[in-house]
């Protein structure tokens, strides 16, 4: 085992942020350092190490492996997402789970296995996702059996079904997260295909009128409407009640979620579609690339407030993927962070490291799954499939 020695102050900073959990606001205060420079540096160093082999424990011990050939060893697992089922009731412009003919989804008893290894192998928190999980017969129980392995449920839904499944605030979820990408119906209806932005807000009023306590994040896929209003957008959805503003950047030109066409024709029309103009994409990072603006203000802000999942950075960066700019952390072969804390169970049975990677085994052949991983990680990292990957801009 190799050691690395930290100066004092730099123990003295993880050991707060990630033993005793405190606020990295105060943490930064004590030593008088900017707060979101402090989380990007320590965030920063934390997948530095994780992609050296590195695992930097609670107790601060930094674990070495000399190369990761066992994916298992250094896999600090925070949300997990499971896809439960590929059938969808939402015709949206940019998935198409919902075009898929045949019922396709994980049964309760295909997935026990997968759960409860992944609740020994420390996963707190699972992320139930789909097609849309609510069409799942199965849900609740599915939810009810992750929840009895003492492991927290994100379910993740585009709240259509909602006020047909209140029995969601009757199991102890923690977080419902609404995909709402828009402030308004014209625009929902352009994203998602149907005219449903009135019923699902009617639906996240129900459960909060319901069950106060019930906290609800909002999920954006970053397209036009929100860019062009970034502060305004952000303060709508959390006026109008979630607790919480998640992001992720628009997937144009992967075959992941469920798309059949990953042309570069058919992603520019997506682009065309969803995204603002060059010049306006540079007009809005200008923008947020100024510090004093009200923009880069606003966001830091609701992020230093725990309000919303990306700082300023995440922004820019999320841009100049859609600008196809030549930013060295998106144009860099190294993964992101995601296959060091999470994996992805696909529609077919397949776990994957992350949306874009290769398989590492499948639910219906539980004894041969191999979780070091070893072939699936050395494949992203010789394909070049990290390079300008939008894993990058929310994952490091
Ligand atoms: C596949 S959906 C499944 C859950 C549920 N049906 C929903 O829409 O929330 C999970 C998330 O993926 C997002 N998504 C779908 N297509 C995407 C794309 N092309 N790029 C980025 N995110 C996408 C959705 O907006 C949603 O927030
Ligand atoms: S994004 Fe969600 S709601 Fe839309 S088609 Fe995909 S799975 Fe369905
Ligand atoms: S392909 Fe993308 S999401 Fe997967 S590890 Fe690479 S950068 Fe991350």
Known sequence: MEVLELNDTAITILRDMYVHNEDANKIAAKFDIDAEVLQKDIYDLKVDLGKKGFNLNSDLVLDVTESIDDLSKVWTPTTPIIHIIQNCNSPCIMCDCWKTRHKVSHSLNALKPLFTDLADRGVHSLMISGGEPLMHPECRQIVQFVKSLGVRVELNTNGILLHKNMWVIEEDIDEIVVSMDATNR??????????????????????????PSQSIGARVTLTK???????GSISHLLEKGVNFVGFSPLDQFSTSFSRSDNSVTNGTKLGEKLLPVEAELKAIRGELNEPTSKISCAVKTFYDRQEISWNVRNFVDCIDLYLGENNPKLRSADLCKFPF???VLDYDGELKCCFYSKSFGNIYNYDQIDWTAKNTVADLHNSGKCRSCRGKVFCG
Request: charged residues 40%.
């Open 225 to 231: 409407d929100f860019l062009r209003d970034l502060q």
């Open 186 to 211: 014209e625009n929902y209806k352009l994203i998602r295909g149907a005219d449903k932005f009135d019923l699902v807000w009617k639906n996240i009023q129900r459960i909060k009128e319901t069950k």
């Open 341 to 343: 804390i999470s994996l």
